[in-house]
């Protein structure tokens, strides 16, 4: 039986440390996340106001901006520069996806990369990618964060990512590359899949298809990561990974709800504090 990763429990640590720093050098008035929010999906809503919630507790600010459905692009440009050009904010958050009339990789381009909390903005990306500082997406920073804490190894590592998105995959490709791992990123058009898979000793899966990954693609003893968040017709949530067949071949794996999402949030936390 696998040994279980609780994201929640190491994400609620991070934040208690976060919360504590923050405290101790006073930073509490000097930091302020702008959290923009286009149109009303129930989701994205949820999000930002989680995101609201974690900034109180960590003891920074926040201050919201939302905007109607029918915002044109340049108004959320023109917001977009005010908020670079106001000192009292320290990093800023656009809430994705937004509406179809906005082009997402404007929008990221326009935020000034030293506010680009969410590790999107191409010099970020650049950043990680040449080994120097910058903010890391928060996703694949948590998936690290999560291997580190749980003293899960990655030197020298065979590590597959499924996936390579600009958000997880890709990103997450070049921490593990970071930590010394061996790593192959595998997408749609991978051959064989499984066989790939299963040389693993850590996977990390971002396929975005629920309960895909099964025992067969997973080496006995190996760590899965599973970053899929997918809501089932019964209202439960469940990842990309299916957890019932999974959890009795690998060594370590990560839950949904409970494993990478809550990592998600105490990163960006992470990134605002230590802007
Ligand atoms: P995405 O942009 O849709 O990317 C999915 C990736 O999976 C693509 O690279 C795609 O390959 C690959 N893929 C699709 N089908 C495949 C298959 N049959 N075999 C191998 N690879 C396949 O998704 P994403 O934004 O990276 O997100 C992935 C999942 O993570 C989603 O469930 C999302 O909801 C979740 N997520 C969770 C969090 C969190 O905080 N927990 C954060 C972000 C995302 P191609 O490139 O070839 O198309």
């Not at 809503?45 to 900034?55: D, G, L, M, R, T």
């Amino acid at each position: 039986m696998a040994v279980l990763i609780d994201g929640k429990a190491i994400s609620s640590q991070i934040k208690d440390e976060l919360k504590a720093y923050v405290a101790e050098k006073g930073l509490s008035d000097k930091l302020c996340l702008a959290v923009v929010l286009v149109g009303s999906d129930p989701a994205s809503q949820v999000y930002v106001n989680n995101k609201k919630k974690a900034c109180e507790y960590v003891g920074i600010g926040s201050k919201s901006f939302e905007l109607p459905e029918t915002t044109g692009e340049e108004e959320l440009l023109s917001l977009i520069d005010r908020l670079n050009g106001d000192d009292s904010i320290t990093g800023i958050l656009v809430q994705l996806p937004l509406p179809l009339q906005i082009r997402e990789d404007v929008v990221i381009r326009r935020i000034a990369p030293e506010k680009d909390v969410d590790g999107f903005h191409p010099m970020n990306v650049g950043r990680l990618s040449i080994g120097e500082k910058g903010f890391v997406s928060c996703t694949p920073a948590g998936v690290i964060e999560l291997l580190k804490r749980s003293r899960i190894p990655v030197e020298g590592k065979e590590c597959v990512v499924i996936g390579r998105s600009n958000i997880v995959g890709k990103p997450m490709a070049m921490l593990l590359l970071r930590e010394n791992g061996t790593v192959t990123v595998a997408h749609s058009r991978t051959k064989d899949l499984r066989e790939v898979c299963k040389r693993a000793d850590i996977v990390v899966v971002a396929i975005g298809k629920p309960k895909f990954i099964n025992r067969e693609y997973i080496k006995e003893g190996a760590t899965v990561i599973d970053v899929g968040i997918h809501r089932m017709e019964n209202g439960k949530l469940c990842g990309d990974v299916d957890f019932a067949d999974v959890e009795s071949v690998a060594g370590a794996i990560t839950p949904v709800p409970g494993g990478v999402g809550p990592m998600t949030i105490a990163m960006l936390m992470s990134n605002c504090v230590y802007s």
